[in-house]
């Protein structure tokens, strides 16, 4: 799909909101920065990759829309309390969130075959990195009184995919901060989501299938649509849970995942 930034639009799903995007550098986030600035977002942009950050943050102010950046990592609780600063202090608050930051590791095997700084990294950017960004989103939409949090999850947050058994582990627990959260905070107006998405073509799951190409056919063997997701197409589903029209949506798990929950 075209990933074209348009100008942002007076009448836009999200115009006059600021939304935190993690995970901002590529894949998913790089799409949903431009989707949500083309729908009037102001986007607060965190990703490790600073330089990223710069050019996709310029990109959308010469299309006329409003992006910050604030590099860091979503495991380290500072870096991501700087990013929501930054929403505060550059454009007045936060409306929403898409914490998209995941990593599914460095190795496709059994448990047993897998490196133990593998389980480390993929619960601490997974788990401790949604963790980390709803602890310190949620105060600041706490004092407006709305809020709207969107949490990327996993078809393998719900079933066993064949991913890595950490990342399934891990994304089953993403899918348990959002309906705990949801629980917590529905009474503050603040609704809270997850995305249950299929393998789309990230930065990582390419890297995957260029060295071995083999996985293509595997990542999509059980869906009923044979092909992976666009970003864009993820970030669409984003988009509707971030806005208005899901208004009655909270402590749910979209599925963007081409079927594979379906059969």
């Given at each position: 799909?075209?990933?074209?930034?348009?100008?942002?639009?007076?009448?836009?799903?999200?115009?006059?909101?600021?939304?935190?995007?993690?995970?901002?550098?590529?894949?998913?986030?790089?799409?949903?920065?431009?989707?949500?600035?083309?729908?009037?977002?102001?986007?607060?942009?965190?990703?490790?990759?600073?330089?990223?950050?710069?050019?996709?943050?310029h990109e959308i102010e010469q299309s006329g829309g409003r992006a910050a950046h604030s590099a860091g990592d979503v495991t380290r609780a500072d870096d991501v309390e700087r990013a929501v600063a930054t929403a505060v202090e550059r454009f007045g608050g936060l409306d929403g969130a898409f914490n998209n930051a995941g990593y599914a590791g460095s190795t496709f095997g059994r448990s047993h075959e897998l490196p133990e700084e593998d389980f480390d990294r993929i619960m601490d950017v997974n788990v401790r990195g949604t963790w980390n960004c709803l602890r310190r989103q949620i105060p600041v939409m706490l004092e407006a009184g709305r809020g709207a949090i969107v949490n990327t999850a996993s078809s393998a947050g719900l079933i066993a995919t064949g991913a890595p058994s950490p990342y399934v582990a891990a994304k089953h627990a993403v899918l348990g901060l959002t309906k705990a959260t949801a629980a917590e905070y529905g009474a503050n107006g603040i609704r809270v989501n997850s995305l249950v998405?299929?393998?789309?073509?990230?930065?990582?799951?390419?890297?995957?299938?260029?060295?071995?190409?083999?996985?293509?056919?595997?990542?999509?063997?059980?869906?009923?649509?044979?092909?992976m997701a666009g970003p864009r197409e993820v970030a669409e589903a984003a988009l509707w849970l971030l806005s208005d029209r899901s208004s009655f949506a909270t402590g749910s798990h979209v599925a963007v995942d081409g079927g594979i929950l379906a059969i």
């Open positions: 799909m075209n990933d074209r930034i348009t100008p942002a639009h007076s009448t836009g799903l999200l115009t006059g909101r600021t939304v935190m995007i993690t995970g901002a550098s590529s894949g998913i986030g790089e799409a949903a920065a431009r989707l949500f600035a083309s729908e009037g977002a102001a986007v607060v942009l965190m990703a490790r990759r600073e330089d990223r950050l710069k050019d996709l943050t998405v299929g393998t789309t073509r990230t930065e990582m799951i390419n890297a995957a299938v260029a060295a071995e190409p083999a996985l293509e056919e595997v990542f999509v063997a059980r869906q009923i649509q044979k092909r």
